[in-house]
């Protein structure tokens, strides 16, 4: 990191010019003072009982606790980890080494019971599943292979970045440069896209991709005499809301490895405990029920008559029902993996199971984590796929309305999606953080409040004056937190803050430049007023950041456009 031109080792020479001009410029100016403990316990005697206090008040703080209305809703982690912790519903040492895993999984209400002893366990899922056999399904490869080359770069993004990036308007807009543009189709084949073997692949053969069928090609199709009478575009249309169908076909079959080889598996399970394996596989099987009942109505309109007229009423029917269950399933994904690789890396009979499990026919070299991702590669192409058909569809159509509605809830589904991840990260940085704040000599504070983020954090240099006669200047390093709604000055000491001082924010705190060639202090120098703090008293402190940008951007964070120069 870039060092500030001042030197420290110069202001020992100009102690008496600083803090002479300090004086003529602020009068009763903060500025730090070294003390011996036993001169701060003369001067704070309620510093220790202070901290008593401030126990018990976290105490009081613990019993406030909220519960979530629904999957999708924002929840107040660190309520739901105390209420679990009180009702002995989650034994988490037991569970999990990594903390932020469950500290913000999201828990559908209905896969839960309670057993005879009052302790809450997971209980399986009720079938789900309608008696419906889709006539395509078997026309289709997995859809891992019916996508695969997005599905491969998908896959290397999420080890590379949070999930929130990869289901942004940009991100869906990139898909269709990749999935072809001039027919934006996720069909691929051995001719457009040949199958390559990358270091990330499940395994090092080629997978092996199975030509689809197209709409022109079914029987029902050619023995009607439609292809005579349409022209190309009704065609490419057709085509279209027939690619709608194979891939959810595709997509359905997909899934139906996942829950009935993996889920289903008796060995898997045995390896694992009943909240891992409930975490494990989420609300999968209903998502597979979901997808089994909308490929249902769409082969049943199919079977109406092979020129199909919309498909948009189709998806309106069933957006609330994948909106309840793609919101908190892809909330949750990244959470998932970090579990995968937790029991791969420490759990020995976990992987023996697995790897017998993914080396069967029915996975055709694919591996769990490729199936478990499954409905996030599906919703974030559902818009793609919609969009190909409004562009076929012409204006005067009784289906545009219909077609952009369900563009519309798509989206709104995809934006839900990106929310409960970014909302999860963020709740995750909280619980993180928590953990490693000391408020030794302050009053403590509940970090993980619904609603708070962390804004922006970054080390500083205060000045302190040392000794009272023939006095000194001097810097300490400090650390600033700065959420959404609360200012945080720490001393960091190993990986850990003792909190020096803490306010509310923005409404206790204003910043001004300084004119640090008049005073003699390094130009990267701010002055920060605190209106209530934890010394009692208002103070204004002078910091320096360690570069120029460092200045800017805390400069525009804490002043909220407010700052001034003096």
Same mark, same amino acid.
């Given at each position: 990191?870039?060092?500030?031109?001042?030197?420290?080792?110069?202001?020992?020479?100009?102690?008496?010019?600083?803090?002479?001009?300090?004086?003529?410029?602020?009068?009763?100016?903060?500025?730090?003072?070294?003390?011996?403990?036993?001169?701060?316990?003369?001067?704070?005697?309620?510093?220790?009982?202070?901290?008593?206090?401030?126990?018990?008040?976290?105490?009081?703080?613990?019993?406030?606790?909220?519960?979530?209305?629904?999957?999708?809703?924002?929840?107040?982690?660190?309520?739901?980890?105390?209420?679990?912790?009180?009702?002995?519903?989650?034994?988490?040492?037991?569970?999990?080494?990594?903390?932020?895993?469950?500290?913000?999984?999201?828990?559908?209400?209905?896969?839960?019971?309670?057993?005879?002893?009052?302790?809450?366990?997971?209980?399986?899922?009720?079938?789900?599943?309608?008696?419906?056999?889709?006539?395509?399904?078997?026309?289709?490869?997995?859809?891992?292979?019916?996508?695969?080359?997005?599905?491969?770069?998908?896959?290397?993004?999420?080890?590379?970045?949070?999930?929130?990036?990869?289901?942004?308007?940009?991100?869906?807009?990139?898909?269709?440069?990749?999935?072809?543009?001039?027919?934006?189709?996720?069909?691929?084949?051995?001719?457009?896209?040949?199958?390559?073997?990358?270091?990330?692949?499940?395994?090092?053969?080629?997978?092996?991709?199975?030509?689809?069928?197209?709409?022109?090609?079914?029987?029902?199709?050619?023995?009607?005499? =439609?292809?005579?009478?349409?022209?190309?575009?009704?065609?490419?249309?057709?085509?279209?809301?027939?690619?709608?169908?194979?891939?959810?076909?595709?997509?359905?079959?997909?899934?139906?490895?996942?829950?009935?080889?993996?889920?289903?598996?008796?060995?898997?399970?045995?390896?694992?405990?009943?909240?891992?394996?409930?975490?494990?596989?989420?609300?999968?099987?209903?998502?597979?029920?979901?997808?089994?009942?909308?490929?249902?109505?769409?082969?049943?309109?199919?079977?109406?008559?092979?020129?199909?007229?919309?498909?948009?009423?189709?998806?309106?029917?069933?957006?609330?029902?994948?909106?309840?269950?793609?919101?908190?399933?892809?909330?949750?994904?990244?959470?998932?993996?970090?579990?995968?690789?937790?029991?791969?890396?420490?759990?020995?009979?976990?992987?023996?199971?697995?790897?017998?499990?993914?080396?069967?026919?029915?996975?055709?070299?694919?591996?769990?984590?490729?199936?478990?991702?499954?409905?996030?590669?599906?919703?974030?192409?559902?818009?793609?796929?919609?969009?190909?058909?409004?562009? =076929?569809?012409?204006?005067?159509?009784?289906?545009?309305?219909?077609?952009?509605?369900?563009?519309?809830?798509?989206?709104?589904?995809?934006?839900?999606?990106?929310?409960?991840?970014?909302?999860?990260?963020?709740?995750?940085?909280?619980?993180?953080?928590?953990?490693?704040?000391?408020?030794?000599?302050?009053?403590?504070?509940?970090?993980?409040?619904?609603?708070?983020?962390?804004?922006?954090?970054?080390?500083?240099?205060?000045?302190?004056?040392?000794?009272?006669?023939?006095?000194?200047?001097?810097?300490?390093?400090?650390?600033?937190?700065?959420?959404?709604?609360?200012?945080?000055?720490?001393?960091?000491?190993?990986?850990?803050?003792?909190?020096?001082?803490?306010?509310?924010?923005?409404?206790?705190?204003?910043?001004?430049?300084?004119?640090?060639?008049?005073?003699?202090?390094?130009?990267?120098?701010?002055?920060?007023?605190?209106?209530?703090?934890?010394?009692?008293?208002?103070?204004?402190?002078?910091?320096?950041?360690?570069?120029?940008?460092?200045?800017?951007?805390?400069?525009?964070? =804490?002043?909220?456009?407010?700052?001034?120069?003096?």
């Amino acid at each position: 990191m870039a060092q500030s031109d001042y030197r420290e080792e110069n202001l020992s020479s100009s102690s008496s010019s600083i803090i002479a001009n300090l004086h003529s410029y602020f009068g009763n100016i903060h500025v730090p003072t070294t003390h011996t403990r036993e001169q701060l316990s003369a001067e704070f005697p309620t510093l220790e009982t202070d901290g008593a206090q401030d126990s018990g008040a976290l105490d009081e703080s613990d019993d406030s606790l909220q519960q979530h209305e629904d999957n999708s809703s924002a929840i107040d982690i660190s309520s739901a980890m105390r209420s679990v912790a009180l009702k002995g519903t989650w034994n988490l040492a037991k569970m999990l080494s990594v903390p932020k895993l469950l500290s913000v999984l999201i828990v559908d209400d209905e896969d839960q019971d309670t057993n005879a002893a009052g302790e809450g366990e997971p209980v399986e899922e009720e079938e789900w599943s309608v008696s419906f056999q889709s006539k395509y399904i078997q026309f289709f490869p997995l859809y891992q292979d019916y996508c695969l080359q997005a599905v491969k770069n998908d896959l290397h993004s999420l080890d590379r970045s949070f999930l929130s990036e990869l289901i942004t308007p940009l991100y869906l807009q990139g898909l269709q440069f990749r999935l072809g543009p001039s027919s934006h189709s996720e069909t691929t084949s051995p001719q457009s896209h040949p199958a390559e073997a990358t270091p990330s692949s499940p395994s090092a053969h080629p997978i092996r991709v199975t030509p689809c069928t197209l709409w022109q090609d079914l029987d029902e199709v050619k023995e009607s005499g =439609l292809l005579c009478s349409l022209t190309a575009r009704e065609i490419r249309l057709q085509e279209s809301m027939f690619e709608l169908i194979g891939s959810e076909a595709s997509y359905l079959r997909s899934l139906g490895v996942v829950v009935n080889h993996f889920q289903a598996s008796k060995a898997l399970k045995q390896t694992l405990s009943p909240m891992e394996h409930h975490f494990l596989f989420s609300n999968i099987r209903r998502v597979m029920a979901a997808s089994e009942k909308f490929l249902m109505d769409l082969e049943t309109r199919l079977g109406e008559s092979v020129f199909v007229s919309q498909v948009g009423d189709i998806v309106l029917q069933h957006s609330s029902e994948f909106h309840k269950l793609y919101v908190p399933y892809v909330t949750n994904i990244m959470y998932q993996k970090d579990l995968v690789n937790k029991l791969l890396q420490q759990n020995r009979d976990f992987v023996i199971s697995l790897k017998k499990l993914e080396s069967d026919p029915v996975c055709q070299r694919q591996d769990l984590k490729s199936f478990l991702v499954l409905p996030f590669q599906r919703i974030t192409r559902f818009k793609l796929l919609l969009e190909s058909i409004l562009k =076929l569809t012409e204006p005067d159509s009784e289906s545009i309305s219909n077609l952009e509605k369900a563009i519309e809830v798509i989206h709104e589904i995809v934006t839900d999606c990106n929310k409960g991840v970014q909302k999860m990260k963020q709740i995750e940085e909280l619980v993180c953080l928590e953990t490693l704040l000391d408020f030794d000599k302050v009053k403590a504070v509940p970090l993980v409040v619904s609603g708070r983020f962390l804004v922006h954090q970054g080390p500083m240099r205060q000045l302190t004056v040392e000794g009272t006669y023939n006095s000194r200047t001097s810097f300490i390093s400090v650390y600033f937190h700065l959420f959404n709604d609360l200012l945080i000055i720490s001393s960091k000491k190993d990986q850990r803050f003792i909190v020096l001082d803490h306010t509310e924010f923005p409404a206790h705190v204003r910043v001004e430049h300084l004119k640090t060639q008049v005073l003699n202090l390094p130009s990267d120098s701010i002055l920060l007023h605190l209106s209530q703090s934890q010394v009692g008293h208002p103070t204004a402190m002078i910091f320096v950041t360690y570069t120029r940008s460092d200045k800017e951007a805390w400069m525009k964070l =804490l002043s909220r456009e407010r700052c001034m120069t003096i």
